[in-house]
């Protein structure tokens, strides 16, 4: 994480002796306890495939306590309304200014769903309207790891799940340069919301591009 948070808050004492945890952020107005598979199953792909020192337990912080601000990486997710209080505005904004990483996820693959529209109100609130932008499949988020030629397809779009699309981008609002929220209607959460166990009948392991947001969120 960037200079700002590190030196302003210390690392919970729990985790102390690990590089990367997973945080899922409570948000007071919706669903936000969705594919509850997901972590252990990305937690374990990291383990597989790189040398961090990787917390095996997922870690769930209401997004208004300052705890989440010391989080090196933090997954908010859901279905329904995004209307964050005060407090957890201020938070998702002095976390993402001063160098975090939130990964956000529509659980609903529908760019005109609740969650989307109402996410994105949110966004437009606290960073401005034109902060949340596509980005390129030139990003260095598609190579920080395993090489991308952009976003991977997720089986739901293939589907015709949500609004029947197949999205060819992801968003996200930079902060100087870096890239402080990451933002997908392409459901990867519920993608990834698999036993870890079953991974070994998949002929590619679909959390590859998980791992390429760690990485991207420590190092970038």
Known sequence: MAGGLAAALARPAQAASYDFWFTRLKYASGDWDVDQRMPANLIT?????????VDPKEHVIDLSDPKMLSAPFCYLAGHKLVDFSPAERRN?????KNGGFVFVDDCNHDIDG?????FERQMA???GPQALKKLPNTHAIYKSFFQFDG???????LNGWGDDLV????????INGRLGVL????????EWDYDWRNKRFLAEDNTKFGVNIVIYALTS
């Open 151 to 157: 976003p991977p397809n997720t089986s739901f779009e």
């Open 183 to 190: 933002y997908s209607n392409k459901d990867y959460g519920c």
């Open 92 to 96: 998702f904004e002095t976390y993402v």
């Open 114 to 118: 609740l969650f989307a529209k109402s």
């Open 45 to 53: 792909s990291l383990i597989d495939y790189t040398t961090l020192r």
């Open 125 to 127: 609130t606290i960073f």
């Open 167 to 174: 999205h060819d981008y992801l968003k996200g609002i930079e």
